[in-house]
C-alpha cells in the first residue's frame, strides 16, 4: 500500500474514534488485523489494506473484515450471467458493497469493477459493468476519501461532510495549488495523489468508451 494512504488512513481513524459517539453510525475504520489471520487466498492489495484497517464502512461504501469477507466470496458463482464473473468466479474477489451493491476485484490486474446507475433498475438488472478503478489504492484514494465519493455515492451524507471537514473533497490539482499557496490542507501526497488521478481519469475514459459503443 501507498505509504500517503496508509497514513490518511490512520489519521482518519483517530478522528473518527475521538467523535465515536456521533460518528459510528456512518464512519468506522478498524484496526488492522494481523497478518498471520488474513486467509491466504485474499488479493495481495486487499491483505495490505487489510493489515491497516481489517474493515470500513464509510457512508456508502462497506469493505469488510476478514469473516464477512469470507461469507461473502461465495456471492461470485451467483453474479449476473452478463458479468461473465459467475463463469469465472476464481479470477475475482467480492471487495465490499456500495450502497448495498457489489464492489469486486480482479484478482489478475488488481482493478476494481462495479455496477454503475445507468437505470432505476436494481444492479442486477442494468446489463452495466464496469472497471471504476485500475487499483485498489486508487480506488481508496479517489472514491472512498476523496473528491470522487461524490460521483458514486452521495455529496449530502455525512461521510461527504467528514471528507470536507477533512479537506478532502477538492480535486487533487486545486488542493495542491492551495498549499503551495501556504493553505494548510490536509492533502493527498506524492503518490497518492497520483493514483488518485487514476481512478478518477480510468472511469471517464471507460464513459467515453461506452458513449462511442452507443
Do not use: C
Not at 456500495?98 to 490486474?109: F, H, K, V
Not at 472497471?131 to 476523496?146: H, K, M, R, T
Amino acid at each position: 500500500m501507498n505509504p500517503d494512504l496508509r497514513e490518511l488512513i490512520e489519521e482518519l481513524r483517530t478522528d473518527l474514534v475521538a467523535d465515536e459517539d456521533n460518528t459510528v453510525s456512518w464512519g468506522k475504520i478498524s484496526a488492522g488485523a494481523p497478518t498471520d489471520k488474513i486467509p491466504a487466498e485474499v488479493p495481495q492489495p486487499v491483505r495490505e489494506l487489510m493489515e491497516v484497517a481489517e474493515s470500513i464502512a464509510a457512508g456508502g461504501f462497506y469493505l469488510p473484515g476478514i469473516s464477512s469477507s469470507a461469507r461473502m466470496q461465495g456471492g461470485l458463482k451467483i453474479m449476473p450471467e452478463y458479468t461473465g464473473v459467475a463463469a469465472e468466479p476464481d479470477e475475482w474477489f467480492y471487495l465490499g458493497r456500495l450502497q448495498e451493491e457489489p464492489l469486486l476485484l480482479r484478482r489478475d490486474s488488481g482493478a476494481v469493477w462495479y455496477f454503475p446507475q445507468t437505470s432505476t433498475d436494481e444492479w442486477f438488472m442494468r446489463e452495466a459493468f464496469q472497471e471504476i478503478a485500475p487499483g485498489l489504492d486508487s480506488f481508496l484514494a479517489y472514491y472512498v476519501f476523496g473528491a470522487g465519493y461524490a460521483e458514486i455515492g452521495n455529496d449530502d451524507d455525512d461521510w461527504w461532510r467528514f471528507l470536507e471537514e477533512q479537506d478532502l473533497t477538492a480535486p487533487a490539482s486545486r488542493r495542491t495549488n492551495e498549499r503551495d499557496a501556504g493553505g494548510t490542507h490536509r492533502a493527498l501526497r506524492g503518490p497518492t495523489a497520483m493514483v488518485a488521478r487514476q481512478a478518477r481519469d480510468s472511469r471517464r475514459s471507460l464513459s467515453v468508451e461506452n458513449s462511442d459503443d452507443r
